[in-house]
Structure formats: structure tokens, C-alpha cells
């Protein structure tokens, strides 16, 4: 009989492929840091594949979070913050630029005057916990209509006023998110202007990712073509910090 | 186990005795088996460091540290380490919640660093890992639950028969276990029925139940499939599960691996690698 049967070549290579693997993640760290790098291109390129435009869960009223605590920053310590902070915002703009055919400035009275969206969703924090609120703010397809991508563009990159130890924070999405109806930019939670601690005056809600990428204090939108020369390169701050993965929407 | 299987039968001939070396898993039992030993082993360390990041559970679509958690496990002001389950609390210092690291340090945290991926903290590699590998999770289960139907492993060796769930069958398997006898000769041939019951609750319930608890807890996936957050009570409620069942595994485990140290680990390993199984000799 000869030893090389189609069962023992199957055997032979499932259990090498078991073993190799196995010794390659505990040995190489090149070859575990490759493995480990594609759950999340697998996780974005299948939520793309079966939900592309599906929507958040909404909540009602009534399953709200009676107290919806912060995180990350609280209190922006740039000067510039703190200038606008006690001027309520008065003088405060934000500007959305890059790729756009029209790169415009907006003032948060005329933010606060464009239709806005009220949704109540669940805030889900990377280290397990999750929040409901309410967020009322402008869709960001609108604001994009009216300063118009270029077809180059394929990110954008939202760039906050505060920053840990000096380094600015931002944040970015992909298209399919911006243009998606529940992502947009709140001015204004539970019924009451965004607080300090929760962004003021503006911030992020992409619904179907975690909390870090709802950008708080944002002071700037850039689209881009590519994240590589932005911060880091990893698309954002915690990304490039301390690895958090780009894709966030699990 | 392939020895129901005619093939086998009619090359050994007469029916196999006591001492016979006999074919008992399948090559996809042995594949799936040691692939799910590694995968599950970073799934629940990985899982550990995760939960340390917010070690509190939560009933509910939200929960958070305004909220009360149904479970907790953490380090009091008197520096001692906690387990709280609802409003019984025991002192775990050492173990969880205030423990002391291989160098010496001692740490606030709630699992320990030998019982977590990475050993020290580290949310993003963590994650890494456990979303990473619930893929191998995953596909691997389910390509071994759909091989098992195809080849009806998951019929003939797993379903138990209709003799063996009549009451005095299993108390009669249950007197056997607690005296630690184990079946002989032909007997030993196939699973009996608590094993049925273990593996069949691990295939088919506790397995499937992480992975599907686990996706309830993704963003992306409540959008895409809604019906999740339906089914599990939203998504601490998903959260909580997915722990539970976690401890239900590892108590699987525990029971698993004393098992097969009691029936003779060497033959039980070998046949879960080679598939060969040399049946015990008959008592008499
Ligand atoms: C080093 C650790 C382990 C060892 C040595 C081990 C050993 C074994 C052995 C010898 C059998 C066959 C029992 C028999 O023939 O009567 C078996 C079956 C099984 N084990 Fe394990 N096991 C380990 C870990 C695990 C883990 C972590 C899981 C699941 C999370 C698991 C799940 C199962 C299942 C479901 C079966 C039945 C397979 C089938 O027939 O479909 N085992 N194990």
C-alpha cells in the first residue's frame, strides 16, 4: 500500500497547517502581527458586503440612559478653545475643506439653521460599555453637498481642538459613512446644546462604529485621498497611539 | 467515530473484543478539535483582557458606570480584591480584582496576567486577537457542523438514541461516571449518553452562543442584523451572556479534561490525534 493515500496527505497537511500555524503566531512576530491585521479588513469588508446603507437600532424616549457619562477628553486645553468656550461659541467656525470643489466655513448659527436630524441611538465605548442619547444635528451629506467632493476624494478627516500630551486628536470615515443618513454632525444632545464635556460645539455621530470615532470639538473637515500623511497615518488618534483599529464598527 | 461505519466493519471482520486497536475519530473530528483547543484557548485569554477593561456587567440595552452592574469585580478602598454577583460579594485578593504580577507589582485589575492575552494590558491587542481568531471560531465551527451532518457524525454519534434518554438510562450513566467506571470492550466503541449531552450542549448550543452573542455586541451588526439585539435582550444583555456562556465552556472544560485523564489519557489523545483508540479490555 502506498504511504501517500489521499487521507494521509489530507492528515499530513491539516495537522502541519495546525502546528506551523500555531508555532508561527508564538515564534514570529511578523508573521503574528499579519495574522492578527486581518480580522479587521475581513469585519469592514463583510459589514460593508451585508449592511452597506443598513441603519443603527433607534431607541425611544423612554430607554434612554438616565445619566450618559463622558469619556476621553472633558475640557480642550487649547487656548483657543477655552477663548471660544466663554464666548459661547459666537465666534467659532468650522471649516470644511481638501478635496471639495468649494471649500466653505460654517458658523455654529448657521449649522444650528440647517435641517437637522433628531435620532436616538446607543453609544458603544471600546472597553465594553454603552450609553443611549439623544443627538439632534446636520447630516453630513448635506454639508458635503454644499461644498461638493471631488471625485478624488475618499476619506474624510475630522480634526478636533483637543489633544493628550500634544498630540491632536482627530478622527476619520470612509464615504460610505458620511454620506450614510443617521452620521451626523451634533450640536445638540438630549435636547440641550452639546455640553463641554460631551464635544461642544460640534461633534461626531457615525452610529455603526465605536466611541472613539465619534470625534468630539471638531474644528475642521478635510477630505482626503489617502490617511498616510495625516497624524500618524493610521487614520487616527487612537489608531496611531496606541492601535486601536481604523475600522471600529465591532 | 467511524466504526458504525459498514466499510470498517466488514475489514475487521468480526466485532471488535477488548484490547482490539480500533478507528474512533473521524479525520474532521481530529482537525476541528485541535483547531478549536488553540483558537478557543485565544479567544478566552484575549476575552479575559478585554473584560478587564470595564470589568462590569450590565442587563439592558445600555449599561455603563452610572448603572448598576449585576456583576463587578474589582478593589476596594482597604485594598482588598472583589467578586460581587448582585449584592453577595467575596473577598478574592490575589486572584481577582487586586492581585501581584510576575515582577512583583501589584495591580488593580480584575483578571490576572497569566490568565490573560496579552499578559498586560493591552485593549487593542487584545481585540486583535479575539476578533481575529472568532473568525477561525466561527468558520471552523461551521464547517464542522455542516461536515458532521454531511457525514452523519453528528446523528450516530452524537444524538443520543431513544434508549439512552429514558431516565433509568442516563441515572444508570450518571452512577457510572460518579463511581468512575468507565464502559469496556464494544461498549466503549461509542460515546455514552452524558458525553452525548456534553458535547452535543458545546457544539450546538455554547459555541454557537459566543459567536452570535459576540456579534451582537458590534455596531455594525445591529445594523445589519437587527434581529440579534431581538433575540439576546440588547446588547449589555449580549455582553452578559457572552460571559456566561464563556464560564459555561470553561466549565466544560474543566470537566473535559479530568475525563480524559481518568480514562487513560495516552489512548484518549492518541485517538483524538492518530484516530486509532485501543478499546479497554472487558472486566470479567
Ligand atoms: C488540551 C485540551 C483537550 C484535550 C486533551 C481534549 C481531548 C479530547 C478527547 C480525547 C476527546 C475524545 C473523547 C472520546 O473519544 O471519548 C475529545 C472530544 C471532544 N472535545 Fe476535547 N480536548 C481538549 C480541549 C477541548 C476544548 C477546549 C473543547 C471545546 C471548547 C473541546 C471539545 C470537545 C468536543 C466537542 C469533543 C467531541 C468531538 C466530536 O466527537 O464531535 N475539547 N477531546
Given at each position: 500500500m502506498s504511504l501517500l493515500t489521499r487521507r494521509s496527505v489530507l492528515t499530513g497537511l491539516g495537522f502541519s497547517t495546525i502546528i506551523g500555524t500555531t508555532a508561527g503566531l508564538v515564534l514570529s512576530p511578523s508573521f503574528r502581527d499579519l495574522i492578527l491585521g486581518s480580522g479587521e479588513k475581513l469585519a469592514y469588508q463583510t459589514h460593508r458586503l451585508i449592511g452597506r446603507n443598513a441603519l443603527a437600532p433607534e431607541f425611544t424616549e423612554s430607554q434612554m440612559s438616565p445619566d450618559f457619562r463622558t469619556n476621553g477628553n472633558t475640557m480642550p486645553a487649547s487656548a483657543d478653545y477655552q477663548r471660544h468656550m466663554e464666548t459661547d461659541f459666537a465666534n467659532w467656525q468650522l471649516q470644511v475643506d481638501g478635496l471639495v470643489a468649494t471649500p466653505k466655513t460654517f458658523s455654529l448659527s448657521a449649522l444650528k439653521a440647517l435641517p437637522a436630524r433628531t435620532q436616538i441611538t446607543r453609544h458603544d465605548c471600546v472597553e465594553g460599555w454603552s450609553a443611549i442619547g439623544k443627538w439632534t444635528g446636520v447630516p453630513l451629506s448635506a454639508l458635503l453637498a454644499q461644498v461638493s467632493l471631488l471625485p478624488t476624494a475618499r476619506y474624510l478627516v475630522l480634526h478636533c481642538a483637543d489633544d493628550f500630551s500634544g498630540n491632536a486628536y482627530y478622527e476619520s470615515i470612509d464615504l460610505v459613512d458620511a454620506f450614510h443618513p443617521q452620521t451626523i454632525l451634533a450640536h445638540t444632545m438630549n435636547d440641550t446644546p452639546l455640553s463641554v464635556g460631551h464635544g461642544a460645539p460640534l461633534r461626531l455621530?457615525?452610529?455603526?462604529?465605536?466611541?472613539?470615532?465619534?470625534?468630539?470639538?471638531?474644528?475642521?473637515?478635510?477630505?482626503?485621498?489617502?490617511?498616510?500623511?495625516?497624524?500618524?497615518?493610521?487614520?487616527?488618534?487612537?489608531?496611531?497611539?496606541?492601535g486601536y483599529d481604523w475600522y471600529a464598527g465591532i | 467515530m467511524s466504526l458504525t461505519n459498514p466499510a470498517t466493519m466488514a475489514t475487521t471482520a468480526a466485532a471488535p473484543k477488548g484490547g482490539d486497536l480500533v478507528d474512533r475519530h473521524r479525520l474532521s473530528t481530529r482537525l476541528w478539535h485541535w483547531t478549536n483547543v488553540v483558537t478557543f484557548v485565544i479567544m478566552l485569554m484575549s476575552g479575559l483582557m478585554i473584560f478587564n477593561a470595564h470589568p462590569r456587567l450590565y442587563w439592558g440595552a445600555y449599561g455603563a458606570n452610572p448603572d448598576y452592574a449585576w456583576l463587578q469585580i474589582g478593589a476596594t478602598q482597604a485594598n482588598t480584591g472583589f467578586v460581587r454577583v448582585g449584592s453577595v460579594t467575596a473577598d478574592t485578593t490575589g486572584i481577582l480584582g487586586r492581585w501581584t504580577d510576575g515582577d512583583g507589582q501589584v495591580r488593580n485589575r480584575a483578571f490576572p496576567s497569566w490568565a490573560t492575552l496579552p499578559a498586560s494590558y493591552n485593549l487593542a491587542l487584545a481585540r486583535r486577537w479575539h476578533l481575529t481568531f472568532a473568525w477561525v471560531f466561527a468558520v471552523g465551527l461551521a464547517a464542522y457542523l455542516i461536515r458532521s451532518l454531511a457525514n452523519r457524525h453528528l446523528t450516530r454519534d452524537l444524538l443520543p438514541t431513544a434508549e439512552e434518554i429514558r431516565p433509568a438510562h442516563i441515572w444508570a450513566d450518571i452512577k457510572h461516571h460518579a463511581k468512575l467506571q468507565f464502559p469496556t470492550g464494544v461498549a466503549a466503541l461509542r460515546y455514552n449518553v452524558l458525553q452525548k449531552f456534553a458535547y452535543l450542549s458545546v457544539l450546538i448550543a455554547l459555541i454557537p452562543?459566543?459567536?452570535?452573542?459576540?456579534?451582537?455586541?458590534?455596531?455594525?451588526?445591529?445594523?445589519?442584523?437587527?434581529?440579534?439585539?431581538?433575540?439576546?435582550?440588547?446588547?449589555?444583555?449580549?455582553?452578559?451572556?457572552?460571559?456566561?456562556?464563556?464560564?459555561?465552556?470553561?466549565?466544560?472544560?474543566?470537566?473535559?479534561?479530568?475525563?480524559?485523564?481518568?480514562?487513560?489519557p495516552f489512548n484518549e489523545v492518541r485517538s483524538m490525534i492518530t484516530g486509532r483508540y485501543r478499546l479497554p479490555k472487558e472486566k470479567i
Open positions: 455621530r457615525v452610529e455603526r462604529q465605536l466611541g472613539y470615532k465619534q470625534a468630539k470639538y471638531i474644528m475642521r473637515i478635510e477630505a482626503t485621498a489617502s490617511l498616510a500623511k495625516i497624524g500618524l497615518g493610521k487614520g487616527g488618534f487612537w489608531e496611531d497611539q496606541i | 452562543g459566543m459567536i452570535l452573542t459576540g456579534s451582537t455586541m458590534s455596531p455594525g451588526l445591529n445594523a445589519a442584523m437587527p434581529w440579534l439585539l431581538d433575540l439576546f435582550g440588547g446588547r449589555q444583555s449580549a455582553r452578559s451572556l457572552h460571559f456566561i456562556f464563556a464560564i459555561g465552556l470553561v466549565g466544560f472544560i474543566v470537566i473535559h479534561l479530568a475525563m480524559v485523564l481518568l480514562a487513560g
